[in-house]
């Protein structure tokens, strides 16, 4: 599976606005992937027109699919969340049944990842939507991710603090705990100094809102993993 070699990955939100010139900025950054994806405002329509803007890019495109409207043929690879803390089996494998009973016959399986998502900052948009239980210990967040690796066999964990730096004294530990796990980070990058914190611990950084309010703190964080 080609993302195990991403180190950094951006993380593009169809329902936000970016500039040609920051795309083109994005593109020759130096960053290993693109991943499209969004909590809210996000359907079909919007992910195409953002999709055919990266296509031709040179570098892997991914769909977070967080609901089934919102597949699109054509990516290299697509993430399948599944929220382990979250409040509703919904969020656990009910949207995600449905998406495979719709679209599943579509899809080369090995461009298919589910994705452990731990949801650990209460006043993130995706926390609301999926009532994540977000107030958990070290040692119970820990306990979520070894469930999600050793008992789910699942192949990629994302810790997800969106919105906010995140605190990298859990994210370490998750990482003592799973050293043989591939895992994500995302929440809180804003330049050099929290890439190189964050990334310390994990395989992947995913950058996101930066993009949208400091485009050259986001593009800084790529030379800081590099």
């Known amino acids: ?3 195990q070699t991403w180190r950094h990955v951006f993380k593009l939100d169809p329902n936000k606005e970016l500039t040609d010139e920051a795309l083109q900025a994005l593109i020759h950054s130096g960053t290993d992937a693109f991943l499209i994806g969004g909590t809210d405002g996000i359907d079909a329509e919007n992910t195409f027109a953002l999709y055919a803007r990266v296509r031709d ?3 892997p495109i991914a769909l977070e699919i967080s609901h089934p409207s919102q597949v699109i043929h054509g990516f290299n690879h697509y993430f ?3 929220v382990l803390n979250a ?5 656990i494998i009910g949207h995600h049944a449905r998406a495979f009973e719709r679209y599943g016959h579509f899809f080369d399986a090995r461009l298919v990842t589910a994705q452990g998502y731990l949801v650990l900052n209460p006043e993130a948009k995706v926390a609301d939507v999926t009532a994540a ?3 958990l210990t070290m040692e119970e967040s820990v306990a979520y991710a070894e469930v999600g690796h050793h008992l789910f066999r699942l192949p990629s964990l994302y810790i997800e603090y969106s919105g906010r730096l995140g605190n990298p004294d859990v994210v370490k530990e998750i990482r ?3 050293p043989d796990a591939h895992l994500f980070y995302g929440g809180g990058i804003e330049g050099e100094e929290t890439a190189r914190l964050m990334g310390a611990h994990v395989d992947t950084i995913v950058v996101g809102n930066i993009i949208y309010e400091d485009l050259a703190g986001a593009l800084a964080t790529v030379r800081a993993l590099r």
């Open 133 to 135: 239980r977000c107030d």
């Open 57 to 59: 890019a040179g570098i």
């Open 1 to 3: 599976m080609e993302f």
């Open 87 to 91: 409040g509703t089996p919904e969020w």
């Open 176 to 178: 003592l705990a799973l």
């Open 80 to 82: 399948v969340p599944t």
